[in-house]
């Protein structure tokens, strides 16, 4: 059996090779087959050539050739304004990563992200030797093509491009299903094109070698601070009893959460704390004693905040701020919800359940409120 999956793979390389392998000049095959030598060397596998992200590749050396997107602050992961992609320029703080990113799939149909290394020889022509002595030099794209650091996940899919004075590589960690172009001219579908295009994102340049690399930013901590208004209720047929406004409590949020991944998004485990005020007329409180305090109440949580959508957390509750300790709760609570919206504000969308300490009532408080993400990046090469 394991020999049979060996024989698929090197059936299914050479395959790949031989028909993708045909949209690359010599010299960027030459390019290809050195660093595939040199993965070879550190004992790492080979990588199927993609015709999408080559696209993509050739397409961007000949913007950096023929537009010189790369000007002032602008640096090699740039796009020019003149061609069917987005236009940007990539400055050194990394603005702009998500346009070297999206690039794959803006121009070819491949489904993720794509991430470049590019090499420029100014004033002479590009090869295969100067380009990968350039990156190998360079410690940051040594990690992008050997699998290190925060690389380390396995690359399927690779693209060249090498035109003048400049070559870039792309990688991506889907493989390449389809090997299909957008159309990006008026044109019909085909591999070469005649407009120049731009191309990264995330990058940073080494001076020495004139090569350029894009940081990777991950989240490592997480605050959010917001507020809500709920209503707190044994069960919904109590609801609407009286005055909506006396069902009514209102509070703020607060979470801090440590990010668990190396990703922007993805899951965070947190503190959250509730702070609120119900309205002394509430039905639920007027005929249960269950809460020491008619109106204040402080709660303590922990949790998980998954891919910043969905929250699941548990605590307790306090109704009586004279002797908080984790001893004197006065209720636990269970909540789940999700957070929609952009980066920096969400709409909280939640629903606690309440379990009054040495009492077998439980209540639940439906909330809706609005929160504010601000995130501490931490930036790794």
């Known amino acids: 059996m394991k020999f049979k999956y060996v024989f698929l793979n090197i059936l299914f390389f050479n395959f790949a ?44 050396v000949k913007d950096l050739s023929n537009n010189h997107p790369d000007q002032g602050i602008c640096n090699m992961h740039s796009w020019s304004s003149n061609g069917p992609w987005s236009s940007c320029c990539y400055t050194s703080d990394h603005a702009r990563a998500e346009c070297m990113w999206s ?61 003048k004075g400049y070559s870039v590589v792309w990688f991506g960690k889907e493989y390449d299903t389809q090997n299909e172009f ?25 001076s020495n070698s004139n090569t350029t690399i894009y940081k990777k930013k991950h989240k490592l901590l997480s605050l959010k601070l917001g507020g809500s208004i709920n209503l707190l209720s044994e069960d919904f047929k109590s609801l609407g ?3 909506i406004n006396n069902e009514l409590a209102y509070q703020i949020n607060t979470m801090i959460g440590i990010n668990l991944g ?16 119900y309205n002394s007329k509430n039905t639920t409180l007027l005929n249960n004693k269950a809460f020491l305090s008619k109106d204040d109440f402080i709660e303590i949580e922990s949790g ?3 891919k910043e959508f969905f929250r699941l957390s548990g605590g307790v509750g306090y109704s009586n701020f004279n002797s908080i300790s984790f001893n004197s709760y ?15 504000i969400k709409m909280d969308v939640t629903n606690t359940l309440m379990k009054i300490r040495n009492n077998e009532k439980y209540f639940f408080r439906p909330s809706l409120g609005i929160s504010i993400v601000l995130n501490t990046l931490n930036k790794k090469i």
């Open 182 to 206: 957008k159309n990006t001219s008026n044109q019909s579908e085909k591999k070469e094109s005649t407009q120049p295009i731009p191309i990264f994102n995330n990058q940073i340049v080494n």
């Open 330 to 344: 006065n209720y636990s609570t269970i909540t789940a919800g999700f957070s929609f919206g952009p980066r920096w």
């Open 262 to 277: 190396k990703h922007k998004k993805n899951t965070s485990f947190g503190i959250f704390g509730n702070y609120g005020k």
């Open 103 to 163: 690039k794959p799939r803006e121009l070819s149909n491949y489904k993720g992200n794509g991430y470049e290394i590019s090499f420029g020889s100014f004033g002479t022509e590009a090869t295969p030797e100067s380009a990968l002595n350039g990156w190998k030099s360079s410690s940051g794209h040594n990690a992008v093509i050997i699998n290190q650091g925060i690389w380390n996940d396995r690359w399927n899919a690779i693209g060249i491009g090498l035109y």
């Open 241 to 243: 009893g009286t005055s």
């Open 17 to 60: 090779y031989n028909t993708y392998s045909q949209n690359l000049s010599n010299e960027e095959k030459k390019l290809y087959d050195l660093i595939m030598e040199y993965r070879n060397e550190k004992g790492l596998p080979i990588i199927p050539i993609s015709s999408s992200l080559t696209h993509v590749a050739q397409l961007h």
């Open 304 to 306: 998980f905040l998954i």
